[in-house]
């Protein structure tokens, strides 16, 4: 791929994700940023060629800790974000916004 | 990995040619689907109820990705790969599950290290294996991941380290220090471009990535804790900027999306938590705020007192208040008293009261510190309002209880020009008609400032340890 499309990419995503981003409430700035690390965990599909093509034992061992290092973040990055979400859809009363999934969840068990 | 790929079709016989752009396609399908997945769950994250929900599609989003990955026609045996998942996973499992929500924000300090880390030793790696050969624009590629990199290594385990406390809180400065600072980050950059002009300089390389991880370290030293949601916030940017580099680098579009996406946001919180300062960036990453306290003089002097209450009065307060505002700050984290918070909160509304908290963006260590601590203590997060929402209704709060916050309620960033916190936006709790502090002593706050609030006639002390203030409060309040 001709590096300027990869622009193009890196450009319009980021763009993207600054709308998107602009519109999450401070209330969620938390889950949001162990959000973003969790979903930048992606840097594991690099690592994960790198560990497993042959190309030579640095090579294989730089892989082996990227990839151990980017999973920490996958796992423990989704687990917690889940966790903070799950404690900010908790019962509303009064009923406002979104009280309606909340009270699913109620249903749900939890 | 770009040359690689671009290689392939040459020496294949036809037919494995259209097998590998198959499975290629349907791997590229993978990508596709999880960037698809993972902007739609931060998308998610605008409304409250539906995050969950849609976080768990984008764990899905990377689930499929990997899977995909593992297709890949280069990767030739899985030992080691299998070995990094189930390290990885064991490490991580714990720090998904069982960190504690008052240890937040060491916790995603020390996630964006191992995000930078994966991301730098890719980078090291694919310099090593293109050994000299590499192409000016891969190397541009390169170099930005290394350094990006690096340097959220560093920065982010001394951001850890402050905020865990094995490092020092407070700033640490010495002559001549932004200059030693730019200086470096002048040659490490002017590394980086003769690098680009010509690659085959391993020892270069590695000089780079060694100054990038000095300037992660120099970087933080200088800046003190109640900066950190600034710090804390830039380097998850950085951390995404080092992923998109990477993308670059080995031609690999799911991680430039992701990448930018973690970079805007960043970057984002990094501004709003400067502007809810009234800073620039610059002045937060050089101006090592509260290192020399400028004390307001006209404050310092003149004999003012400030009026001290007992626990049983502000017990009596609160059971007769109507309206009243709760404004937590770093103080409530440091006591975790946010449970006990709660508690007070209910017995006050069951005597037919309304608790609302007002929190201020960079109240506590990290962006939303203070919503994650009370949805931690089962505050319905529709009692929790921002900064411009709260505003306008101090004026008709009962009583105001500022539990451990300081600079953020001070009215010299309204009224005095000459105050160093003039300008910031701040919560008007002065315009309450009962404004109580919950303190451990008269020290200054972060900024070094003295707080005209204390000495306002309206405004009473309850000193002592947070959490013992308030649990004697809860016994008080029952007994009214």
């Known amino acids: 791929m001709l590096i300027i499309t990869l622009l193009f990419v890196f450009i319009l995503a980021g763009f993207v994700g600054y709308f998107v981003i602009t519109r999450v409430p401070p209330l969620l700035h938390t889950p949001l940023m162990s959000a973003t690390n969790a979903i930048s965990g992606i840097s594991l599909v690099g690592s994960l060629v790198l560990a497993g093509s042959d190309r030579g034992n640095v090579a294989t061992w730089l892989g082996f800790i990227a990839v151990t290092a980017a999973t920490i973040n996958v796992v423990g990055g989704f687990l917690i974000t889940d966790r903070m979400l799950k404690m900010f859809k908790q019962r509303l009363p009064g009923g406002g916004e979104g009280g309606k999934d909340a009270a699913k969840t109620d249903a749900g068990g939890r | 990995m770009l040359a690689l790929l671009l290689q392939v079709p040459e020496h294949a016989a036809p037919g494995a040619a259209a097998s590998v752009g198959l499975r290629e396609g349907l791997i590229q399908a993978t990508y596709l689907a999880a960037s698809v997945l993972f902007i739609l769950g931060l998308y998610s994250l605008t ?38 998942l189930l390290l990885g996973a064991a490490i991580g499992y714990p720090l998904g599950m069982f960190v504690p929500m008052t240890a937040m924000p060491q916790r995603i300090a020390v996630s964006h290290m191992f995000g930078a880390l994966a991301a730098t030793l890719v980078g090291v790696a694919e310099f090593q294996i293109l050994g000299g050969q590499v192409p000016h624009a891969t190397m541009a590629a390169l170099g930005f991941e290394v350094m990006f990199g690096a340097l959220t290594i560093t920065g982010s385990f001394m951001a850890f380290g402050k905020l865990q406390g094995f490092v020092t809180g407070t700033p640490v400065t010495w002559r001549g220090q932004n200059a030693i600072n730019l200086t470096l980050f002048a040659a490490t950059f002017g590394i980086f471009v003769y690098l680009v002009a010509s690659p085959d300089h391993p020892a270069l390389f590695y000089a780079m990535v060694a100054m990038s991880l000095a300037i992660g370290v120099l970087m933080v030293l200088p800046i003190g804790g109640a900066d950190m949601p600034v ?56 101006g090592a705020f509260g290192a020399a306290p400028t004390a307001s003089a006209a404050l310092a002097e003149g004999d003012r007192t400030v009026r001290s209450v007992t626990a049983e009065d502000v017990a009596v307060q609160l059971a007769y208040a109507r309206e009243v505002i ?37 109240a506590g260590r990290m962006p939303g510190h203070m919503n994650v601590l009370l949805a931690e203590a089962n505050v319905p997060y529709d009692r929790l309002y921002d900064l411009e929402e709260i505003n306008d209704k101090f004026e008709q709060a009962d009583v105001v209880l500022v539990i451990g916050a300081n600079d953020v309620v001070n009215p010299a960033a309204r009224t005095d020009p000459s105050s160093p916190i003039f300008g910031m936006p701040i919560l008007n709790v002065d315009q309450a008609k009962s404004i109580i502090v919950l303190k451990r002593s008269m020290a200054a706050g972060y900024s070094g400032v003295e707080n005209e609030l204390f000495y306002h006639e309206r405004c009473a002390m309850l000193f002592g340890d947070a959490k013992t203030s308030v649990q004697t409060l809860i016994g008080d309040i029952k007994e009214v």
Request: charged fraction near 10%.
């Open chain 2, 326 to 362: 709760v404004v937590p700050g770093y103080g409530m984290a440091v006591a975790q008293c946010q449970h006990q918070v709660r508690e007070l909160a209910s017995l006050v509304e069951k005597r037919g009261g309304t608790v609302r908290y007002a929190i201020h963006p960079v």
């Open chain 2, 231 to 286: 710090v804390v916030s830039l380097l998850n940017s950085y951390a995404g900027l080092a992923a998109s580099a990477t993308g670059f680098a080995i031609g690999n579009t799911v991680l430039i999306i992701c990448g930018a996406l973690d970079g805007a946001s960043g970057f984002l919180l990094s501004v709003l938590m400067s502007k809810a300062m009234n800073r620039s960036f610059g002045n937060v990453l050089f």
């Open chain 2, 47 to 84: 409304k409250p109820a539906r995050a969950q929900r849609g976080m768990q599609l984008a764990a899905l989003g990377m689930l499929v990705a990997i899977v995909g990955t593992l297709a890949n026609e280069h990767i030739v045996r899985y030992e080691w790969i299998a070995g990094g």
